[in-house]
């Protein structure tokens, strides 16, 4: 991949030019960006569409990303691109709207009863807390956690991304402490979380596996894993938005 000072160069030239060579010099040194970002957001998407749909979506977002991106701004190319392709997927996946009705209503009230039950409680709610909470039993809990598990999954997304780009849209020094203090407060919550969780959260988004490859590694069933997922997706959420709304 082309250093900072070329890619910016490459941008500024073909923007004086309108050479659509430049252009597309840049998204084929920036393409391998593209898929890294759709498989890390495949378990999101892979029951509906295939990886190459996400990954047209992506590339049509890095070119959007050249056409807008600000050189004047002390940003790199590469972390504005990262955010403009991930946001695209995550509003492609969302206007699809694949998700059961129902399901997606189940994930939105999961997400509720949890941040409705810590604060009561004031400690990390169980799932027998939250069935009790609920008013269901714990095998339909764990079946709509199931379900819900790429649904849950896209909500953290979409306010982890929204809250990146907001960052990336300010200036200065106050930005870069943001970023600084919002990986920390990431790394703390999943630090925090169950071994099991730890261990799905980090398979997940550091191995880039499918839930199904995780179970494998894990040797236990796929729906398990997706109730594990769920579970701690909860959990960084709350501590994102905890972290977002002081």
Not at 13 to 37: A, F, H, K, M, P
Not at 40 to 64: F, W
Not at 104 to 112: I, M, N, V
Not at 205 to 225: D, G, M, N, P
Request: aromatic share 10%; glycine share 4%; charged share 30%.
């Amino acid at each position: 991949m082309k250093t900072e000072f070329d890619v910016i160069r490459y941008i500024e030239e073909y923007r004086e030019t309108g050479n659509i060579n430049l252009r597309n010099d840049i998204i084929l040194r920036y393409l391998d960006l593209v898929r890294v970002i759709a498989v890390s957001l495949r378990n999101i998407y892979s029951k509906y569409a295939s990886t190459d749909d996400i990954i047209n979506e992506g590339v049509i977002a890095l070119i959007g990303a050249i056409d807008t991106f600000d050189i004047e701004k002390n940003v790199k190319f590469e972390t504005y691109a990262n955010l403009k392709i991930k946001g695209a997927i995550i509003d492609y996946v969302r206007k699809q709207d694949w998700v059961p009705r129902q399901v997606r209503k189940f994930g939105k009230e999961l997400e509720a009863a949890y941040s409705q039950l810590y604060s009561q409680l004031d400690h990390r709610p169980s799932n027998d807390e939250i069935a009790e909470y609920l008013g269901i039993t714990k095998e339909k809990l764990a079946k709509g956690m199931t379900e819900a598990a790429g649904a849950i999954t896209l909500s953290f997304e979409e306010l982890l991304y929204e809250d990146n780009f907001n960052v990336e849209g300010s200036d200065g020094a106050d930005s870069e402490m943001y970023k600084k203090e919002l990986k920390v407060v990431i790394a703390q919550a999943i630090d925090a979380l169950k071994p099991k969780e730890k261990q799905v959260v980090t398979l997940y988004y550091y191995e880039k596996l499918k839930f199904s490859e995780i179970a494998s590694v894990l040797q236990v069933s796929e729906s398990r894993v997706c109730q594990i997922h769920s579970k701690a997706m909860l959990v960084l959420k709350h501590s994102l938005q905890d972290y977002m709304t002081r």
